[in-house]
């Protein structure tokens, strides 16, 4: 009876189970282990991936120099499962990784593209590991934004106005860089406004006119957000429709008096360069009343200096230059015509005085 009990099959979990587990030959756990090492390495892959890492900085952050976005392509490697899943991740978000950058410092940063991807939301749940990137490192500029409220100015052609134009709100709020907000105030009007889109007011009769106008999202040449609705009311009052007609400008120099002394020895030292000589005879447009650009027209045909047009050379001009110095075209109209340039008009000559041989 004792014989037949010990040759049955141990209950699970019994004493008598537990030492026959204990008697299982060492080579078998040997065995296993290495089967399951090797099952590992059987499903370890390694893939590469296109993807773009967009830097989202927040909002009292910004990244300078206009390129949030940098295009890369990754080796990663990982389980099957995990390399599918997070390709079909990449493939919903259109192949853009967000990465989070609003906890850095203000300057220049250089980091890692492992260092970015533990920042985005996604990666660090895949399991993936990365062998190489096609970019190991990114660096960018971190600035702070500010806000600042500017005055509005509404920009038309087309028309005399009575009065300056009623607008509302009169002044918006631009956000942009703290660096760039500091190059505008050094390089614009002060204060800086923000302009409309210009306005074609020739098919407006004359009196009192409102209408919706979209601002124009610079200040001089430098773009700003703008904060809030984009658009703003003009009211304004037409005096009369104006005209346009193109007319033909003769440029002269404008130079210091001294040069013309007996004495002076500028021009026996000095020669003037043009750097493309039709420059000195630009086609401009004038705006004004049709009454006025017609006599204009008639005066310019029989005296070709009615209209003034002249570049003002400096004494720090006889300094030596690499390349032509650009200097804006000023233009003079007869006082008693209500005429104008177009402001659209930015005549410029490039010239440079060379040392004679």
């Keep these: 009876m004792a014989a037949e009990y010990y040759n049955q099959a141990p209950k699970r979990f019994s004493r008598r189970w537990w030492l026959a587990q204990g008697q299982t030959p060492l080579w078998v756990i040997v065995v296993t282990v290495l089967i399951w090492v090797y099952a590992d390495l059987e499903f370890t ?60 410092d203000v300057g220049v940063t250089k980091k890692s593209v492992e260092e970015l991807l533990s920042r985005n939301e996604e990666f660090p749940k895949s399991g993936l590991s990365i062998v190489s990137s096609s970019m ?51 390089t614009t009007s002060n204060p800086p406004v923000i302009r409309t889109q210009e306005k074609d007011l020739r098919d407006y009769p004359p009196g009192r006119q409102r209408l919706d106008v979209r601002l124009h999202a610079q200040i001089g ?50 020669r003037l360069v043009i750097s493309d000589p039709i420059e000195r005879r630009p086609m401009v447009t004038v705006i004004g009343s049709p009454e006025a650009l017609e006599q204009l027209q008639s005066r310019m045909q029989s005296n070709s ?40 008009e930015k005549p410029t000559v490039k010239f440079k005085l060379e040392k004679q041989r």
């Design 136 to 186: 190991p490192d990114i660096e960018f500029e971190m600035d702070r934004l500010v806000t600042k409220s500017v005055p509005v100015q509404f920009v038309s052609t087309g028309a005399t106005l009575h009065s300056p134009a009623s607008i509302e709100p009169p002044t918006v709020d631009i956000r942009c860089a703290s660096s760039l907000w500091l190059e505008i105030e050094k």
């Design 45 to 104: 892959q390694t893939k590469e991936l296109k993807v773009t890492l967009d830097l989202q900085p927040g909002p009292s952050l910004t990244v300078l120099g206009g390129r949030r976005s940098f295009p890369l392509t990754l080796k990663v490697q990982g389980n099957g499962n995990g390399i599918e899943r997070f390709e079909k991740v990449l493939t919903e978000k259109g192949h853009h990784l967000p990465v989070d950058v609003s906890h850095l």
């Design 305 to 344: 200096n009615e209209v003034k047009a002249f570049i003002e050379l400096t004494e720090d001009d006889t300094k030596p230059v690499e390349s032509f110095i650009p200097r804006p075209v000023i233009v003079v109209f007869p006082a008693d015509l209500d005429v104008k340039l177009d402001p659209n």
């Design 221 to 270: 040449e430098k773009d700003v957000e703008i904060v809030g609705p984009a658009m703003v009311a003009v009211e304004f009052q037409i005096d009369r429709v104006t005209s346009s007609r193109q007319i033909q400008l003769n440029v002269r120099t404008l130079t210091p008096w001294v040069w013309g002394e007996e004495k002076d020895t500028t021009w026996r030292e000095y």
